[in-house]
């Protein structure tokens, strides 16, 4: 292994056709830990899988494709894990929506690569026959599931728009992850964890829509 290889990292002694692309991928994961979605080139991710220059122009066409692949992977992913966690508001809605926050914070400390490439890269995912994203579009539905849950307490006539709030909720989610979950909280000197930083947000938005009761707002403070 050369010395310049991201920690971690061990190189496959062979490969065989069938795991080419994945070795490729797992490859480019390691490499934008390391350098960023715009740090590397295809033929260094080909030297980091220990295959020739040309092998990876068997699965992508460029760096981009490379990165589009790591972005649709990431969020099929992240889609199961979001899911999983909302279990379909059980017990309550809102305990199942402080394990959501907790599952996207996870996601993004967890796989720091796909999450860059998948919300910061400027890369669009696309399926083989470039249509969106099946599981972006998941990952948003469960967002939005979970809005509609919250706000089946509220009378119809003070619901806010689903798609907003949701859009406000992975907003919130967003910048806290990218703030906080992915970085070294010591360094920022910043006396919460990201995911008390998060729950306390959430609190404090959903007592402003009327969804929690005064009482709820407590743990905010």
Same mark, same amino acid.
Not at 1 to 15: A, E, K, L, T, V
Not at 188 to 205: N, Q, T
């Given at each position: 292994?050369?010395?310049?290889?991201?920690?971690?990292?061990?190189?496959?002694?062979?490969?065989h056709h069938g795991n080419l692309k994945e070795v490729l991928l797992e490859a480019a994961r390691k490499l934008i830990e390391q350098y960023g979605p715009a740090g590397f080139s295809l033929t260094e991710a080909a030297r980091l899988?220990g295959v020739s220059p040309a092998a990876p122009y068997r699965h992508f066409r460029d760096r981009d494709a490379l990165l589009a692949e790591v972005a649709k992977g990431g969020f099929e992913r992240f889609a199961a894990r979001l899911?999983?966690?909302?279990?379909?508001?059980? !017990?309550?809605?809102?305990?199942? &929506? %402080?394990? =959501?926050?907790? $599952?996207?914070?996870?996601?993004? /400390?967890?796989? +720091?690569?796909?999450?860059?490439?998948?919300?910061?890269?400027?890369?669009?995912?696309?399926?083989?026959?470039?249509?969106?994203? !099946?599981?972006?579009?998941?990952? &948003? %539905?469960? =967002?939005?599931? $979970?809005?509609?849950?919250?706000? /089946?307490?509220? +009378?119809?006539?003070?619901?806010?728009?689903?798609?907003?709030?949701?859009?406000?909720?992975?907003?919130?989610?967003?910048?806290?992850?990218?703030?906080?979950?992915?970085? %070294?909280?010591?360094?920022?000197?910043?006396?919460?964890?990201?995911?008390?930083?998060?729950?306390?947000?959430?609190?404090?938005?959903?007592?402003?829509?009327?969804?929690?009761?005064?009482?709820?707002?407590?743990?905010?403070?």
């Open positions: 292994m050369g010395s310049s290889d991201p920690p971690g990292w061990r190189r496959p002694r062979s490969y899988a899911d999983k966690a909302w279990n379909n508001g059980v !017990p309550t809605p809102l305990s199942a &929506f %402080d394990n =959501l926050g907790k $599952a996207y914070l996870s996601f993004a /400390r967890e796989e +720091p690569a796909s999450y860059a490439v998948m919300f910061e890269a400027g890369v669009a995912p696309a399926s083989a026959e470039g249509e969106a994203l !099946p599981a972006a579009e998941r990952s &948003f %539905d469960v =967002l939005q599931r $979970a809005a509609a849950a919250l706000c /089946r307490s509220l +009378p119809e006539t003070e619901r806010p728009p689903l798609k907003l709030m949701s859009l406000h909720i992975w907003a919130i989610s967003h910048g806290v992850a990218t703030l906080f979950a992915q970085g %070294d909280l010591q360094a920022r000197k910043v006396p919460m964890s990201p995911e008390e930083i998060l729950e306390s947000a959430m609190l404090i938005y959903l007592k402003g829509l009327g969804i929690l009761p005064g009482a709820k707002s407590d743990g905010a403070r």
